[in-house]
């Protein structure tokens, strides 16, 4: 499969997934390449660079995951910030690129979008990573403290939570612990694959005003 790599350009098909050495100043350089651009995607992690290519089921399924999460969020009145694309690094330690990441418990930390300094500033609440390609884990997250990760795979929805410095699998959110968070998106994802994405966020809304 065709693909290029360089400081001055990254080219992948789409569904690549490509693991390199390099050191923190390759993994700038990469990243600066890109310009305004957030394809491929990068992460580093102890001295390897990972680029991943996403395909349109990717971005299809991060934007449902995340509209998921506003309406539970909307149907119990609470305040949230959110954003995609955003980049987490810490300097010589890690970059990462989530999917989405929401502020919940601590929105004030993010109000407005402003810049934030990952070695001071408060980790999201909440991320979402869809992983088809094996690009994306949990303990990639260890070095920004965040509280909640989820990882959508073939199999469903996997919750981890940071529990005594490592993430371990829960079946039930922090953050909306009433709900049966896999069954539900498996529900709305079904029902967008076949009707639509609106119908599918219009019908949980309604479930959830009940």
């Not at 330690?93 to 408060?122: H, K, N, S, T």
Request: with cysteine.
């Amino acid at each position: 499969m065709y693909a290029v790599v360089s400081k001055e350009s990254i080219q992948l098909p789409p569904g690549t997934v490509m693991s390199m050495p390099g050191t923190w100043q390759d993994y700038c350089s990469l990243r600066d390449s890109r310009g305004d651009g957030s394809i491929p995607r990068l992460k580093y992690r102890h001295g390897e660079i990972l680029l991943m290519s996403p395909l349109p089921k990717h971005g299809w399924e991060a934007h449902l995951l995340a509209r998921v999460v506003e309406e539970l969020l909307n149907s119990q009145n609470r305040n949230y910030e959110a954003f995609t694309p955003i980049t987490m690094e810490l300097p010589e330690v890690g970059g990462i690129e989530p999917d989405y990441c929401f502020y919940i418990e601590r929105w004030q930390a993010a109000m407005g979008g402003r810049r934030l300094d990952w070695r001071v500033d408060p980790p999201p609440d909440l991320v979402i990573e869809i992983d088809v390609t094996s690009y994306s884990a949990a303990r990639d997250y260890l070095p920004y403290a965040v509280p909640e990760v989820w990882l959508f795979r073939k199999t469903g929805l996997q919750i981890y939570a940071l529990q005594a410095g490592d993430y371990s699998l829960q079946r039930f959110s922090r953050y909306f612990p009433q709900i049966d968070l896999p069954d539900l998106i498996a529900c709305v994802l079904q029902t967008a694959s076949e009707q639509g994405s609106g119908v599918a966020l219009r019908d949980l809304r309604r479930q959830l005003m009940q």
